[in-house]
Every structure is written in C-alpha cells, then in structure tokens.
T-cell receptor, first 115, second 113 residues
Framework: KAGVTQTPRYLIKTRGQRVTLSCSPI?????VSWYQQTPGQGLQFLFE???????NKGNFPGRFSGRQFSNSRSEMNVSTLELGDSALYLC??????????????FGPGTRLTVL | SQKIEQNSEALNIQEGKTATLTCNYT??????LQWYRQDPGRGPVFLLL?????KEKRKERLKVTFDTTLKQSLFHITASQPADSATYLC????????????FGRGTSLIVHP
C-alpha cells in the first residue's frame, strides 16, 4: 500500500502571500490530520478532517484553514503568511475506527520557508 | 492544564547498550500511549502502542512500559545501534475521546559506535 504523500516537499514564500499544501492519505483512511512542527514548539495539531468535515481543531488562527475532498485527499491553506509560519507541515492519515485507537501515519512533510 | 514531558536533553549512549527514554504526563487519563520515531526532516513513524491495562509491550528490540499510577511510560531499546539514532516522541490521545493524539516534544537519542 502506498504511504501518505505530500506536495510540494519544499516551498519558499514571502510575507503576506498565501500557500496551499496538498496531502493524499493512505488508501482506505478516512481521517486526515495536519500538524505544524517547529524546533521551539514541537508537533502542534492544526486540524483533522473526516468525511469532508472538520472534526477537530487545534489552537491556530483563522489564517490556517483546510478542506477534504470526497476521495479523502486534503488541502491546507495559510493566508497572509508571517515569518513565524516557517515550519515543517505534516499530514497524517488514520483509519479512525469507531471506538478504536488512532495510529497516525505521517507523510514526509512540506518544508515551508517564509522570507 | 494537560502536559506531556519528555527529556529535552539528548541521550548519548554507546552501541550495544540499552537506551531508556521517559515520557511523563499530567492531567491526563489516557486509554493508551503511543511511541513514534522521527528522523530529521521526515514525518514520525509509529512504533508501539500500549493500553492503560497493559504493563509492558515488546516488539523485537523495543520495550514499552506504562505506569498509570506514576503517570509515566518508559521506552527501552536494547542492544542499541547507531541506526537507532533519531528523535523519539510519545503521544497520548486527547482527553475527551477525540482520538487525536497529542505529542510530546520528543527526546533525541544518539548512539555512538
């Protein structure tokens, strides 16, 4: 089975711009979560989508948004980029079985640099 | 507030020794705890899951213990190898049963040949 894929792998943007990151989950996985990872804050949960609906949300400003398509693929958008948005953005998919554990399968990440 | 603590200092050990990493938590009543490995510039990779009613779990050279009284998990790598050098993250599911794990900040392990 193919793993989680993320595109692009690297991205350089300038302050004020908008960016869209893409994630394709493992086939059969219906839940897609997004995380931001920085050396200072570690792995921070952004949001989770399940069946095209945002089911959980972390403590990030409204500049961060996302969506999920009917094929479970997901996109994450960041508008009005700030220098502090420079980070590794990770997408993870899971089976999200009712009543079960939720092991996250991560993609390789997108390294975003904001200049 | 809920907190997950892992030693921020890197753990340096010699090849062949047993590495022991610690994960402490407060204000959680987790049903299970997970350990992940992360290499630089890559996403975390799931290693082991242990449930609250399990004291110990093993997988090849890996062993995890879970003490809900002490609110602590220990992660052991026996006969460590330089290839085990990585950052190891523990994760607890978010209280409230949302099944989204919350991650500790990880401990870096460096195994010297």
């Amino acid at each position: 089975k193919a793993g989680v894929t993320q595109t692009p792998r690297y991205l350089i943007k300038t302050r004020g711009q908008r960016v869209t990151l893409s994630c394709s989950p493992i086939s059969g996985h219906r839940s897609v979560s997004w995380y931001q990872q920085t050396p200072g804050q570690g792995l921070q949960f952004l949001f989770e989508y399940f069946s095209e609906t945002q089911r959980n949300k972390g403590n990030f400003p409204g500049r961060f948004s996302g969506r999920q398509f009917s094929n479970s693929r997901s996109e994450m958008n960041v508008s009005t980029l700030e220098l502090g948005d420079s980070a590794l953005y990770l997408c993870a998919s899971s089976l999200a079985k009712a009543g079960g554990t939720d092991t996250q399968y991560f993609g390789p990440g997108t390294r975003l640099t904001v200049l | 507030s809920q907190k997950i603590e892992q030693n921020s200092e890197a753990l340096n050990i010699q090849e062949g020794k047993t590495a022991t990493l610690t994960c402490n938590y407060t204000n959680y009543s987790p049903a299970y705890l997970q350990w992940y490995r992360q290499d630089p510039g890559r996403g975390p990779v799931f290693l082991l899951l242990i449930r609250e009613n399990e004291k110990e779990k093993r997988k090849e050279r890996l062993k995890v213990t879970f003490d809900t009284t002490l609110k602590q998990s220990l992660f052991h790598i026996t006969a460590s190898q330089p290839a085990d050098s990585a950052t190891y993250l523990c994760a607890l599911e978010k209280t409230g049963g949302s099944y989204i794990p919350t991650f500790g900040r990880g401990t870096s392990l460096i195994v010297h040949p």
